[in-house]
């Protein structure tokens, strides 16, 4: 199954340039439907703070936001005028203190999303966890792409992160929406002896699954004693040349995630190429 509608969250004109890198190719390759979204910030006001704001602070705000939203809607013409696919540029209003609850509204109503990686120095306060939330709560595969991202385009080479879990699972199937026909597919196991990786029935079925869509799949595993989950992943994505790492998401509860720290973390701050999440 091909994609048919994409999001691609344009938080500020830093990021776009970068996004639409990925999301133009992959939309051409698939003839999908490019939604470009922006949301605008909510001047927040508290009703427990006496003050008064002047309506040249309101007007500054705003022109401000209408600047970057068109500098924004003009790198995504840019790169869409040409191209066959459709393409639809949104612009929504936050009406909330987080941006985050309009680009998980639009979120779950399309196949793919694609979000940049995190950038504290340009990105507004409103803007600084979506990358999480969405993962989280909209229930679509959201790919995340580093700063500094130019290329190649996703879907030939894939190493896929594989456990025994239903975030896994949901995972290597949202991976074949976005492969190639005949694509290279790397099944990764870390934290399992070598034996038993090769024993395990449950990844020979995936593999064989695989390979009866026409993928040319392959088995890796480390035993992850010497480096991190994350660290191993990196490692073996640039071993073997990879364009989109693949990994279920958020497997543990919050509060294990805060105190122990996970996986989907490290590489949300460390991937060195485009990684989709799925949960």
């Known amino acids: 199954m091909s994609l048919g509608t994409i999001l691609v969250c344009l938080t500020t004109r830093h990021n776009a ?18 939604v470009g979204l922006h949301t605008l910030e909510a001047l927040v006001v508290y009703p427990g703070i006496a003050m008064h704001i002047p309506a040249p602070t309101f007007e500054s705000f705003n022109k401000s936001q209408e600047e970057e939203a068109e500098a924004i809607r003009d790198i995504f013409d840019t790169h869409t005028k040409n191209e066959d696919f459709p393409s639809e540029w949104r612009l929504l ?20 999303v694609i979000m940049s990686n995190k950038d504290d120095e340009n990105e507004r306060y409103d803007q600084r ?45 949202d991976l074949l929406t976005v492969v190639d026909e005949g694509a290279a597919v790397c099944i990764l196991q870390v934290g399992v002896a070598q034996q038993a990786a090769l024993a395990s029935s449950d990844t020979i079925d995936l593999a064989n699954m695989y390979a009866r869509h026409g993928l040319k799949v392959s088995l890796e595993q480390h035993d992850g004693t010497t480096k991190s989950v994350a660290e191993i992943v990196n490692q073996t994505a640039f071993e073997k040349g990879t364009d989109l790492i693949v990994v279920g998401a958020f497997g543990h509860s919050k509060a294990y995630d805060f105190v122990f720290g996970a996986a989907t973390y490290d590489l949300l701050e460390g991937a060195q190429c485009p990684v989709m999440f799925s949960t």
């Open 129 to 173: 966890n979506a990358r999480i939330t969405v993962i989280r709560d909209s229930g679509r595969p959201v790919i995340v792409v580093p700063r500094g991202y130019e290329g190649p385009t996703v879907g030939e080479n894939i190493l896929l992160g594989w456990s025994n879990t239903r975030e896994a699972a949901r995972a290597s199937h």
């Open 17 to 34: 340039e970068m996004l639409m890198k990925l999301a133009v190719p992959l939309a051409r390759k698939h003839n999908a439907h490019l």
């Open 93 to 112: 209003n936050a009406q909330s203190t987080l941006a985050t609850d309009r680009m998980v509204e639009s979120a779950r109503t399309v196949d793919l």
